[in-house]
């Protein structure tokens, strides 16, 4: 009954008439940068993020939270319609959502696109509710060295699953945990890697850092490639948006096992929603009976993976709001937005700021229905918006990104550091460097070596402290292992 008295509290706080229209704002830019391609979930919560300074808390984190589970909605417009993912996840959607809309199939597969998002979403609101108040009763047995360790392991992971090798994985995000070092030191109080720069005195800034590697590089990664959209079925009339019964048979199941996988891998560092929608439809692939059509235009093939990358949204936000560990880059600005307004996220979260919990993950049900009501109708707008070249739309992320920059502290040494940053980002990016383990390395750095110094002050400087404890030794049972499943496959190369 506890937790019926809590989701209804939630509700007060979600109905809120600020909160509600917030909301609303939040999943409609989402599903609108889910449309846009190249855009995704981390730049445009990058750059809708200064926006919520003036915001009260709940709302700034009812309305990122929307973009971000927005984002997976609207990702599956232009996979289907014309072969180009608006976001990551939605790259598994392309290969039989674009072979339905050849087929004249576009509004079934686009219907259960949205259904398939719905249902999952609410089944991953649901985990999320049932999960995080136990586990963040768990939590509370944790001390620095706890920390440490599931840090260490959670970055190791991220390293090992991330785009590209695990060697640059690593390499990126220790720059990212150096450069979060910057500023003044947390247990001296002295200045470190300043340069005698004023500016540099509180660290580097999170929104410049993402903006910049995201949106700027974006931009500049966009500016090379030559343009060869496939626009005949932007012309194509949409109808019978409703999936037949037929259609549902086939993707009931799909859809429970996408949620279910999507919601678990979801919880995992660095998992995320696009290996989330791979791994549901190569589970598909795999379960059906005729795996030779997958890749033909199969609605199982469009109901699972966007089943997946939705629950796994609703996955992703447990361990930031009960551990205080993001696990992606959207969850990391997320955590992010909440210590600027002052909230830290944790065990404790629940239990010092109910509201922080309850208030978003209540919007999270509303936001849900907002959007399937949205997504239907919306569908011929996203159609047209999907017409505006790329010469106008390049240019107006650029200007929002300066705005965005400049707006946090009315620094132009800041939106200087955003330039910077985006020009280190479409370096990095062209030399085959994944992003995410950057930013993740950088806004969990100042966590990892506040908890790995008390623990040394702790223990007095004996290393057996990150042995002390379960949680620790399981930890680094994960670490090292992963890194010997990492490094075997080099030696096995040597030997041939």
Request: proline share 6%; hydrophobic share 50%; with cysteine.
């Amino acid at each position: 009954m506890d937790i019926l008295n809590l989701l209804f509290q939630g509700f007060r706080i979600g109905l809120e008439p600020a909160n509600l229209f917030f909301c609303f704002v939040g999943v409609f830019l989402g599903t609108l940068t889910g449309v846009l391609p190249g855009l995704g979930p981390t730049a445009a919560v990058s750059l809708l993020l200064p926006v919520t300074f003036g915001m009260s808390p709940v709302a700034a984190i009812i309305m990122l939270a929307g973009i971000y589970y927005g984002t997976m909605y609207g990702g599956s417009t232009t996979s289907i319609l014309v072969n180009i993912p608006g976001e990551t996840a939605s790259v598994v959607t392309c290969l039989d959502g674009y072979q339905m809309a050849r087929n004249g199939r576009a509004g079934p597969a686009l219907g259960i696109a949205a259904f398939g998002s719905f249902i999952a979403g609410t089944l991953g609101l649901i985990g999320l509710m049932l999960l995080a108040q136990p586990l963040a009763q768990f939590a509370l047995q944790f001390g620095p060295a706890e920390y440490f360790c599931i840090i260490s392991t959670g970055l190791i992971l991220l390293s090992f699953i991330s785009r590209g090798p695990m060697a640059k994985s690593l390499i990126i995000a220790s720059f990212g945990i150096i450069l979060s070092c910057i500023g003044i030191d947390i247990i001296t109080s002295k200045t470190r890697m300043t340069f005698d720069l004023l500016e540099l005195a509180e660290g580097v800034g999170l929104v410049p850092l993402v903006m910049g590697l995201f949106g700027i590089s974006e931009v500049l990664i966009n500016l090379e490639k030559e343009i060869k959209e496939e626009k005949a079925l932007l012309h194509l009339k949409i109808k019978d948006l409703f999936p037949s019964r037929e259609d549902w048979r086939r993707s009931k199941w799909p859809i429970m096992r996408g949620s279910t996988l999507g919601f678990f891998l979801g919880i995992l560092p660095g998992i995320g929603t696009v290996t989330s929608s791979f791994f549901s439809y190569a589970v598909e692939k795999k379960v059906s009976k005729h795996p030779e059509r997958f890749g033909q235009g199969m609605i199982e093939g469009v109901a699972a993976p966007e089943s997946a990358n939705n629950a796994a949204t609703a996955g992703a936000f447990i361990p930031l709001f009960t551990l205080g560990i993001p696990v992606n880059p959207v969850t990391a600005l997320l955590f992010g937005a909440l210590l600027i307004h002052g909230i830290q996220p944790g065990p404790l979260l629940m239990q010092k700021h109910p509201e922080m919990f309850w208030g978003p993950v209540s919007s999270m049900y509303l936001g849900n229905v907002m959007l399937l009501v949205l997504n239907l109708p919306l569908i011929p707008v996203w159609v047209q918006i999907l017409k505006v070249p790329k010469r106008v739309l390049l240019p107006l992320i650029l200007l929002f990104c300066m705005i965005g920059s400049f707006s946090l502290n009315n620094s132009v040494v800041e939106v200087l550091m955003m330039i910077l940053f985006g020009m280190i980002g479409y370096v990095l990016r062209k030399a085959g460097y994944d992003m995410a383990p950057f930013v993740l390395g950088f806004v969990l750095g100042p966590t990892f070596e506040t908890n790995f110094r008390q623990s040394l002050l702790i223990s007095g400087g004996n290393f057996n402290i990150f042995l002390s404890s379960p949680i620790c030794v399981a930890s680094l049972i994960i670490f090292f292992a992963v890194s010997i499943i990492a490094v075997i496959p080099r030696f096995r190369l040597a030997n041939i």
